[in-house]
């Protein structure tokens, strides 16, 4: 059964898709709640909070607006960014010599063409400058607003939004070409 579907038995209350979707999802959900708030036992609620919003919300769910997964992933980020807000807590910036071991969770046995896709999204990030690299994880990762991130990095404003535009397309075609 696909996403669209359990999504839409979800909304009727079906354990049992939901207990599916968890099944595929969640070591996606906890590797990118893991990534921004660096501590597992956060992730894990942050996990946790992100299933209980796709339970309660999954008829909000729109196929035609993009794929579930991206959906429930949209929802994690912005559930763990909340919690670190909530923790006033900042995590530090890697300085991409680190291994990235936390995309090595998701499972590679019985791979997918979309985990294998989301796989490919560590490869497609490594091959940024470093100074890609930062802009986005302080956007994406840490959530700053493109201003903070000028304070933060003791940069011109202008540059911040220069450098995280051209990372974003560089970003797109080295992964939209896996």
């Known amino acids: 059964m696909d996403d669209t579907q359990l999504a839409a038995q979800v909304a009727q209350g079906d354990e049992r898709a939901f207990l599916t979707l968890y099944d595929r999802y969640a070591s996606h959900v906890y ?9 597992p036992n956060l992730a894990e609620e942050a996990t946790q909070d992100t299933f209980l919003k796709l339970w309660s919300r999954a008829r909000l769910y729109l196929s035609e607006r993009g794929s579930l997964p991206v959906w429930l992933l949209t929802i994690a980020r912005r559930t763990a960014l909340d919690r670190l807000r909530l923790e006033a807590r900042r995590p530090t910036l890697s300085t991409g010599e680190d291994p990235e071991e936390l995309w090595q969770t998701i499972p590679d046995e019985n791979t ?3 985990e294998s896709r989301w796989h490919s999204m560590q490869f497609a990030v490594q091959s940024l400058s470093a100074e890609h690299r930062m802009v986005l994880e302080l956007a994406y990762y840490q959530g700053l607003s493109q201003t903070e991130i000028a304070e933060t990095l003791n940069w011109p404003l202008g540059t911040v939004k220069t450098r995280l535009r051209a990372a974003m397309e560089q970003l797109r075609r080295e992964w939209g070409e896996k």
């Open 31 to 39: 590797a990118l709640t893991m990534r921004i708030l660096r501590d």
């Open 112 to 114: 997918t063409p979309e």
